[in-house]
């Protein structure tokens, strides 16, 4: 079975500085899916990147980009130049060619002014 | 909708109780799926749609436990007989299709349950 695991239950970082969020799975599939979301205190979870297996470019979205591991099972998230509009929840997800996402359990981010 | 919406947004319910929460996904959306998080905790899969039918009901904590959706769009969790660790958020998502399509999720509603 797929397993996405987060080892950092919470991170800081200081305002414009960098930060990076790590996320590993476990699957035995080739094509697949990978997610960052991020889930602000409205609870509301909001897509931050999404990565195709196959592509082997990462993907970024303006201050995000993530570092994509395909033989590692490795999938990090890197926010640069941090805002406090940062801080939130990070949820690292995985999704096959079905439909059931798998998330791992979060890490929360601090921004410090 | 621009957007996936819920309803409503809280609940407090005593023990005993049935409740339900509604979920309006984004016009056009076939697809849609709830999830539940408990306090700490990641995303737990309950249900997923494919327009009006649920190919996949796994999830489902116990039979305590119902969802439908009428007319390809709207959808309702039916929880009977609360319990006090059915507790959590109650998240609902949609996507244009299944797949590997980018599933956009609504705010939940947080169910407390005295």
């Known amino acids: 079975a797929q397993t996405v695991t987060q080892s950092q239950p919470e991170m800081s970082v200081q305002e414009a500085e960098t930060v990076t969020l790590s996320c590993t799975y476990d699957t035995s599939e080739s094509d697949y899916y990978l997610f960052w979301y991020k889930q602000p205190p409205s609870r509301q979870m909001i897509l931050v990147i999404r990565q195709e297996a196959y592509k082997q470019q990462n993907a970024t979205e303006n201050r995000f980009s993530v570092n994509f591991q395909k033989a590692a099972k490795s999938f990090s998230l890197k926010i640069s130049d941090s805002q406090l509009g940062d801080a939130a929840m990070y949820f690292c997800?995985?999704?096959?060619?079905?439909?059931?996402?798998?998330f791992g359990t979060g890490t929360r981010l601090k921004v410090l002014a | 909708g621009a957007g996936v919406s819920q309803s409503p947004s809280n609940k407090v319910t005593e023990k005993g109780k049935d409740v339900e929460l509604r979920c309006d996904p984004i016009s056009g959306h076939t697809a849609l799926y709830w999830y539940r998080q408990s306090l700490g905790q990641g995303l737990e899969f309950l249900i997923y749609?494919?327009?009006?039918?649920?190919?996949?009901k796994s999830g489902l904590p116990s039979d305590r436990f119902s969802a439908e959706r009428t007319g390809g769009s709207v959808s309702t969790l039916t929880i009977q007989r609360t319990q006090q660790e059915d507790s959590a958020v109650y998240l609902c998502?949609?996507?244009?299709?299944?797949?590997?399509?980018?599933?956009?999720f609504g705010p939940g509603t947080r169910l407390t349950v005295l």
């Open positions: 749609f494919q327009g009006n039918s649920a190919p996949d």
């Open positions: 998502a949609s996507s244009r299709g299944g797949g590997g399509d980018t599933q956009y």
């Open positions: 997800a995985y999704l096959s060619g079905t439909y059931k996402y798998i």
